[in-house]
């Protein structure tokens, strides 16, 4: 025997325990591998005791293994106390066919009152649900689709809230139960109300289903929608200025591109120009005159033979005729003049 079973002995044989479900034994049947949520109820004097989940040992009455204490988690097994409803919520994930058995909501007080739960794993289990959490707006309605086997075709259906045990088995003016025969039946609830929130079961027979309705206000349903459609069009705003911004680079990435072009063209054109001016100086003819540069350009230049005669005889008289030379003279007229 653990130290913690043999504490919780003790506990149990001091305060005893009470579990405020129904009179009678429940029984959740869940799938292999899958989870179950259990809400156990309490009165509100009972908010400061201490609420525990525990399995009840085969064979012992009034002694049983504490899995798991409020707001604490252990193993496949959480334990989580909402005092605002009246409540603690136990969860258990991962079932296998040896988590059969019977448990115990338990809250330490003076009583001595058991109300146990047994929980049956199955491959196909007797009872389910599509969706064991739903929600809806007030004044409007929700559907809850209940499932079962074959073996419980011709049991009797049933919905029921497990906070006040009250059942509906036909319709009414706000629940409307309808059986296809084919192992599920329709549970429609309307006009919700506030305090319709809380936790209900599809029944069927002795096997059980829970579902947790949450009924939200009206105004903040209009609330949550406004701000939907206020992301909506923030959305659709955001996307417009993206495409504008878009639009804008495309714009400025072709001036660019122009203005990129011109300057090439520009340095093209100049480089050009300047080679071909080069090109142009290199073959101008040289027109600078070994003369003298004072000479005038202009000054018509006369060229003329000069002819030397020869003496043969060094005494032989030299007629006027024969030393005269004969040339024609620039005359070069100054500027000054």
Known sequence: MSITRF???ILWLISGAQCKTDDELKVFSVQTGGSLTIPCHYDTQYIQQKKYWCYHAKGEYKSCSVLASANETKGRVSVIDHPDQSLFTVTMTNLQDQDSGKYWCVVEIKSNQKNPIYVRIQSVPDVSVVSSSVSGDEGGNISVKCLYSSAYKNKHKHWCRYKDKSCYSSQSSSVEISDDERESFTVLMSGLMLSDSGWYFCSVGDR?????LTVTCKAH????????????D???DLKQYGHLRLWHLLVVLLLLLL????????IILRNKHKRNNTHITHEKPDTTSDTDDSVNPECDVTYSSVIKLH????????????NVIYSSVCEQVSDLD
Not at 208 to 212: I, K, T
Not at 221 to 232: A, H, M, P, Q, R
Not at 260 to 266: L, R
């Open 7 to 9: 504490i919780f002995i």
């Open 208 to 212: 059980q289903a829970p579902v947790q």
């Open 221 to 232: 349903s209009i609330i949550n929608k406004t701000e939907v459609n206020t992301d909506t």
């Open 234 to 236: 923030s959305t659709r």
């Open 259 to 266: 203005l990129i072009t011109i300057v090439i063209t520009t």
């Open 311 to 322: 003496q043969t005889k060094a005494c032989h008289p030299v007629s006027e005729e024969e």
